[in-house]
């Protein structure tokens, strides 16, 4: 598979997108974005698709040495955050890992992710990372039990994880340069397609969970699956409050079981033995 890997750009002053994507046929593009704040002590947040492999490190030195970068933040296990993470780490001697104790667990079905490497953190927390003051909490979606998301307080910026993920006809680096309806309701269908469980999700406390990232208002969202929506979490939030009301999402499939079995029983029946009951 080629690399989907584009240019990086700013999403906000100091934080750079390094941008990606998967193509979902029919539905359009699913943007896959890592991102790396530029502070005293960067901060990686997650490190891209396997696909990326050596491009990806090609683009992240390009913005910091690897000597210099300091934290290593992954959202959660799945391939499309981890893809380039053991490389990353291996090129980088001073970064350290933060992620959740499940990530951990759950990377160690495929290699061994060494301990003094990394450091657990739980939502609820806030740190400093060479004075920038950064909280994890649990993000509205997710399709991991390790899934946090990220505020960052010094740049105003929520880091969402695969929450307020959208899918697009094009990509683009601005969500305002999408268009809206476009924009909006690809956030419904990834939504579902990404946390099926949000069909069985209780109205009430949905809505009470989503009133805190209401108050929190970040002035940046940066979703993983999203381009940069600058001064509009209130929309986002809006968006997906409908999501447990909505019908839940599958994708098409190619086998249809009752067509065949139909198919089955008719071609028995044409070779049925004559007098059979
Ligand atoms: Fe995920
Ligand atoms: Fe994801």
């Known amino acids: 598979m080629p690399s989907n890997l584009r240019k990086s750009y700013l999403a906000t002053s100091d934080i750079h997108t390094l941008p990606s994507h998967l193509p979902l046929g029919a539905l359009g593009l699913l943007p896959v974005n890592a991102y790396l704040i530029s502070a005293r002590q960067p901060i990686l947040v997650d490190t891209g698709l396997?696909?990326?492999?050596?491009?990806?490190?090609?683009?992240?030195?390009?913005?910091?040495?690897?000597?210099?970068?300091?934290?290593?933040?992954?959202?959660?296990?799945?391939?499309?955050?981890?893809?380039?993470?053991k490389e990353v780490l291996m090129?980088?001697?001073?970064?350290t890992i933060i992620t959740?104790?499940?990530t951990v667990a759950r990377l160690?079905?495929?290699w061994d992710v060494p301990a003094h490497r990394v450091r657990t953190v739980n939502p609820g927390r806030t740190v400093e990372l060479g004075g920038r003051t950064v909280s994890f909490?649990?993000?509205?979606?997710?399709?991991?039990p390790a899934t946090l998301a990220m505020y960052d307080h010094t740049g105003d910026a929520l880091f969402a994880?695969?929450?307020?993920?959208?899918?697009?006809?094009?990509?683009?680096?601005?969500?305002g340069d999408a268009d809206r309806s476009d924009y909006l309701e690809g956030m419904s269908t990834f939504t579902r397609a990404n946390?099926?469980?949000?069909a069985l999700a209780d109205q009430v406390?949905?809505?009470?969970?989503?009133?805190?990232?209401?108050?929190?208002?970040?002035?940046?969202?940066?979703?993983s699956h999203a381009p940069t929506a600058t001064s509009r979490a209130g929309e986002l939030v809006e968006t997906v409050r409908a999501v447990p009301a909505m019908d839940p999402w599958l994708p098409d499939e190619d086998l249809e079981v009752e067509a065949v079995l139909d198919r089955y029983e008719a071609s028995h029946s044409d070779t049925e033995p004559q007098g059979a009951k």
């Open 100 to 102: 959740n104790g499940l």
């Open 161 to 175: 994880a695969d929450s307020f993920g959208t899918v697009l006809p094009e990509m683009v680096e601005n969500a």
């Open 50 to 85: 396997a696909i990326d492999r050596g491009n990806f490190e090609n683009a992240l030195w390009s913005l910091v040495d690897p000597r210099d970068l300091r934290w290593i933040v992954i959202t959660h296990d799945d391939r499309d955050h981890c893809g380039n993470l």
């Open 205 to 223: 406390k949905w809505d009470s969970t989503l009133a805190e990232f209401s108050k929190l208002n970040p002035g940046s969202v940066l979703s």
């Open 91 to 95: 090129a980088a001697p001073n970064a």
């Open 137 to 144: 909490m649990r993000p509205p979606s997710y399709d991991s």
């Open 108 to 110: 160690g079905e495929e």
């Open 195 to 198: 946390a099926p469980w949000t």
